[in-house]
Protein backbone atom coordinates (compact mmCIF):
# COMPACT_ATOMS: atom_id res chain seq x y z
CA UNK A 1 0.00 0.00 0.00
CA UNK A 2 1.65 3.23 -1.21
CA UNK A 3 2.08 5.63 1.61
CA UNK A 4 4.84 8.22 1.38
CA UNK A 5 5.01 9.08 5.13
CA UNK A 6 5.00 5.64 6.09
CA UNK A 7 7.19 3.25 3.87
CA UNK A 8 6.69 -0.72 4.39
CA UNK A 9 3.57 -0.07 6.22
CA UNK A 10 0.24 -1.77 5.73
CA UNK A 11 -1.83 1.34 6.68
CA UNK A 12 -3.33 3.98 3.88
CA UNK A 13 -1.84 7.33 3.68
CA UNK A 14 -5.12 8.34 4.66
CA UNK A 15 -5.08 6.83 7.77
CA UNK A 16 -1.73 7.63 8.35
CA UNK A 17 -2.53 11.59 8.47
CA UNK A 18 -5.45 10.96 10.84
CA UNK A 19 -2.76 9.63 13.31
CA UNK A 20 -0.79 12.15 12.52
CA UNK A 21 -3.20 14.68 13.14
CA UNK A 22 -4.19 13.27 16.19
CA UNK A 23 -0.53 13.50 17.45
CA UNK A 24 -0.05 17.26 16.50
CA UNK A 25 -3.27 18.17 18.90
CA UNK A 26 -1.42 16.28 21.30
CA UNK A 27 -3.83 13.47 22.21
CA UNK A 28 -2.98 10.29 23.97
CA UNK A 29 -1.89 6.89 22.25
CA UNK A 30 -4.83 5.14 23.78
CA UNK A 31 -7.14 8.83 22.66
CA UNK A 32 -5.78 8.38 19.23
CA UNK A 33 -6.51 4.39 19.11
CA UNK A 34 -9.35 4.90 20.41
CA UNK A 35 -10.69 7.64 17.52
CA UNK A 36 -8.70 6.18 14.16
CA UNK A 37 -9.29 2.35 15.26
CA UNK A 38 -5.77 1.30 15.11
CA UNK A 39 -4.32 -0.96 18.09
CA UNK A 40 -2.94 0.83 20.86
CA UNK A 41 -0.02 -1.36 20.02
CA UNK A 42 0.58 0.10 16.64
CA UNK A 43 -0.19 3.06 17.41
CA UNK A 44 2.57 3.21 20.14
CA UNK A 45 4.72 2.22 17.28
CA UNK A 46 4.27 4.80 14.84
CA UNK A 47 4.15 7.09 17.72
CA UNK A 48 7.58 6.39 18.74
CA UNK A 49 9.27 6.58 15.48
CA UNK A 50 7.86 9.79 14.57
CA UNK A 51 9.37 10.79 18.03
CA UNK A 52 12.51 9.73 16.68
CA UNK A 53 12.31 11.37 13.59
CA UNK A 54 11.61 14.64 15.90
CA UNK A 55 14.57 14.41 17.41
CA UNK A 56 16.67 14.02 14.37
CA UNK A 57 15.30 16.99 13.22
CA UNK A 58 16.07 18.60 16.53
CA UNK A 59 19.39 17.71 16.93
CA UNK A 60 19.69 18.74 13.20
CA UNK A 61 19.27 22.43 14.29
CA UNK A 62 21.09 22.09 17.64
CA UNK A 63 24.02 24.58 16.99
CA UNK A 64 26.22 22.25 19.15
CA UNK A 65 26.73 18.67 18.83
CA UNK A 66 24.57 17.04 21.44
CA UNK A 67 27.32 14.19 22.30
CA UNK A 68 26.45 13.80 25.43
CA UNK A 69 22.45 13.26 25.23
CA UNK A 70 23.35 10.29 22.56
CA UNK A 71 25.61 8.82 24.71
CA UNK A 72 22.70 9.09 27.70
CA UNK A 73 20.60 7.33 25.49
CA UNK A 74 23.10 4.54 24.39
CA UNK A 75 23.59 3.99 28.29
CA UNK A 76 19.93 3.79 29.07
CA UNK A 77 19.07 1.18 26.17
CA UNK A 78 22.01 -0.86 27.22
CA UNK A 79 20.18 -1.58 31.14
CA UNK A 80 20.71 -4.79 32.60
CA UNK A 81 18.53 -7.02 31.37
CA UNK A 82 16.82 -4.40 29.20
CA UNK A 83 14.43 -3.41 31.67
CA UNK A 84 13.01 -0.15 31.70
CA UNK A 85 14.09 2.48 34.85
CA UNK A 86 11.34 4.08 35.59
CA UNK A 87 11.55 8.09 36.29
CA UNK A 88 9.71 10.12 38.06
CA UNK A 89 8.84 13.60 37.87
CA UNK A 90 6.81 13.94 40.86
CA UNK A 91 8.53 15.46 44.23
CA UNK A 92 8.51 12.73 46.35
CA UNK A 93 10.28 10.37 43.95
CA UNK A 94 12.50 7.89 46.42
CA UNK A 95 16.05 9.44 46.20
CA UNK A 96 17.59 5.99 45.58
CA UNK A 97 16.43 6.53 41.45
CA UNK A 98 18.99 9.07 39.90
CA UNK A 99 16.76 11.70 38.28
CA UNK A 100 16.99 13.48 34.85
CA UNK A 101 17.93 16.84 34.66
CA UNK A 102 18.52 18.61 31.54
CA UNK A 103 19.52 22.19 30.60
CA UNK A 104 17.74 24.86 28.18
CA UNK A 105 18.95 27.44 26.71
CA UNK A 106 18.05 29.85 23.57
CA UNK A 107 19.71 30.63 20.46
CA UNK A 108 17.83 33.73 18.11
CA UNK A 109 14.50 32.12 18.56
CA UNK A 110 14.54 28.54 19.41
CA UNK A 111 14.83 26.80 22.45
CA UNK A 112 16.87 23.93 23.23
CA UNK A 113 17.45 21.42 25.45
CA UNK A 114 20.48 18.74 26.22
CA UNK A 115 20.13 16.20 29.15
CA UNK A 116 22.94 16.28 31.23
CA UNK A 117 23.70 12.76 32.76
CA UNK A 118 27.04 13.70 34.64
CA UNK A 119 25.29 16.52 36.68
CA UNK A 120 24.11 15.81 39.65
CA UNK A 121 21.13 17.82 42.28
CA UNK A 122 24.04 19.38 44.53
CA UNK A 123 25.69 20.92 41.85
CA UNK A 124 22.73 22.64 40.33
CA UNK A 125 21.56 23.70 43.62
CA UNK A 126 25.18 25.00 44.41
CA UNK A 127 25.63 26.64 40.97
CA UNK A 128 21.70 27.94 41.53
CA UNK A 129 22.95 30.09 44.48
CA UNK A 130 26.00 31.35 43.11
CA UNK A 131 28.51 29.17 45.16
CA UNK A 132 31.49 27.14 43.96
CA UNK A 133 30.90 23.14 43.34
CA UNK A 134 33.12 20.81 44.59
CA UNK A 135 32.16 18.51 41.34
CA UNK A 136 34.12 18.49 38.16
CA UNK A 137 35.19 21.66 37.20
CA UNK A 138 34.06 20.61 33.39
CA UNK A 139 30.85 19.49 34.05
CA UNK A 140 30.70 23.02 35.95
CA UNK A 141 31.34 24.95 33.48
CA UNK A 142 28.70 23.17 31.37
CA UNK A 143 26.30 23.82 32.91
CA UNK A 144 26.70 27.65 33.22
CA UNK A 145 26.37 27.76 29.43
CA UNK A 146 22.35 26.94 30.29
CA UNK A 147 19.86 29.87 30.62
CA UNK A 148 17.96 27.31 33.00
CA UNK A 149 18.48 23.69 34.41
CA UNK A 150 15.18 21.37 35.59
CA UNK A 151 15.54 18.51 38.01
CA UNK A 152 12.53 16.20 36.99
CA UNK A 153 12.74 14.21 39.61
CA UNK A 154 12.05 17.44 42.09
CA UNK A 155 9.60 18.78 39.03
CA UNK A 156 11.82 22.00 39.36
CA UNK A 157 13.27 24.84 37.11
CA UNK A 158 16.45 26.15 38.43
CA UNK A 159 17.18 29.90 36.37
CA UNK A 160 20.74 30.57 35.74
CA UNK A 161 20.96 33.64 34.40
CA UNK A 162 20.45 35.25 30.79
CA UNK A 163 24.25 35.86 29.60
CA UNK A 164 22.95 39.06 27.83
CA UNK A 165 23.99 42.48 28.24
CA UNK A 166 20.57 43.96 26.92
CA UNK A 167 17.69 43.94 29.70
CA UNK A 168 14.75 43.33 26.72
CA UNK A 169 17.14 40.36 25.10
CA UNK A 170 17.51 38.67 28.58
CA UNK A 171 13.66 39.40 29.90
CA UNK A 172 13.03 37.78 26.45
CA UNK A 173 15.62 34.87 27.01
CA UNK A 174 13.74 34.08 30.70
CA UNK A 175 9.82 33.97 29.45
CA UNK A 176 10.94 31.81 26.84
CA UNK A 177 12.44 29.15 29.71
CA UNK A 178 9.66 30.04 31.54
CA UNK A 179 7.30 29.13 28.69
CA UNK A 180 8.92 25.76 27.90
CA UNK A 181 9.01 24.69 31.25
CA UNK A 182 5.30 24.91 31.65
CA UNK A 183 4.40 23.41 28.60
CA UNK A 184 6.92 19.99 29.34
CA UNK A 185 5.56 20.01 32.88
CA UNK A 186 2.13 20.09 31.44
CA UNK A 187 2.68 17.71 28.90
CA UNK A 188 4.34 15.83 31.46
CA UNK A 189 2.06 15.65 33.94
CA UNK A 190 -0.30 13.11 32.02
CA UNK A 191 2.12 10.62 32.55
CA UNK A 192 2.61 8.80 35.86
CA UNK A 193 6.25 9.00 35.50
CA UNK A 194 8.97 8.28 32.43
CA UNK A 195 11.22 5.33 32.19
CA UNK A 196 14.76 6.26 30.63
CA UNK A 197 14.25 4.67 27.30
CA UNK A 198 11.41 7.84 26.40
CA UNK A 199 12.02 10.47 28.78
CA UNK A 200 14.76 11.90 25.67
CA UNK A 201 12.26 11.62 23.17
CA UNK A 202 9.61 13.38 24.92
CA UNK A 203 11.59 16.25 25.94
CA UNK A 204 12.50 16.80 22.38
CA UNK A 205 9.16 16.49 21.18
CA UNK A 206 7.72 19.73 24.09
CA UNK A 207 11.25 21.71 22.22
CA UNK A 208 9.60 21.01 19.13
CA UNK A 209 6.27 21.53 20.40
CA UNK A 210 7.13 24.90 21.53
CA UNK A 211 9.33 25.98 19.27
CA UNK A 212 6.56 25.77 16.72
CA UNK A 213 4.07 26.37 18.54
CA UNK A 214 2.74 29.67 16.62
CA UNK A 215 2.33 28.01 13.83
CA UNK A 216 0.47 24.55 12.60
CA UNK A 217 2.09 21.99 13.36
CA UNK A 218 -0.10 19.01 11.56
CA UNK A 219 1.69 20.89 8.09
CA UNK A 220 4.86 21.52 10.12
CA UNK A 221 5.11 17.54 10.62
CA UNK A 222 3.84 16.27 6.85
CA UNK A 223 6.84 18.26 5.36
CA UNK A 224 8.90 16.98 7.75
CA UNK A 225 7.26 13.49 7.17
CA UNK A 226 7.50 14.30 3.54
CA UNK A 227 10.86 14.88 3.75
CA UNK A 228 12.23 12.32 6.11
CA UNK A 229 9.90 9.36 5.96
CA UNK A 230 9.10 7.42 8.40
CA UNK A 231 10.27 3.70 7.54
CA UNK A 232 8.81 0.65 9.35
CA UNK A 233 11.65 -2.41 8.43
Same mark, same amino acid.
Given at each position: ?? @???????????????????????????????N????SR??I????????L?????C???Q?E?S? @?????????????????????V??????????????????????????????S?S??????????????VG???????? @?????????????L? @??????E????T???????????????A??K?????????H??E??????????????????????F?????
Open positions: MK @NKFLKGAHLSERKFKEILKLFSEDLTATQIAISGVVTNSYLKKIRQIVKYESLPAT @NSVSWIQRTHSHANGHDTAVAKADVDRIIKPVIFGIYKLDDKVFTEILPDVRMIQAISRGRAVLETSAERIRRF @NGVVDLGQYRLYHG @NNHQDPAGKSLDDVDGFWGLTKHRLKFGLNRNTAYLLKCEFRYNYRHEDLYNVLLNLLKTPLNLS
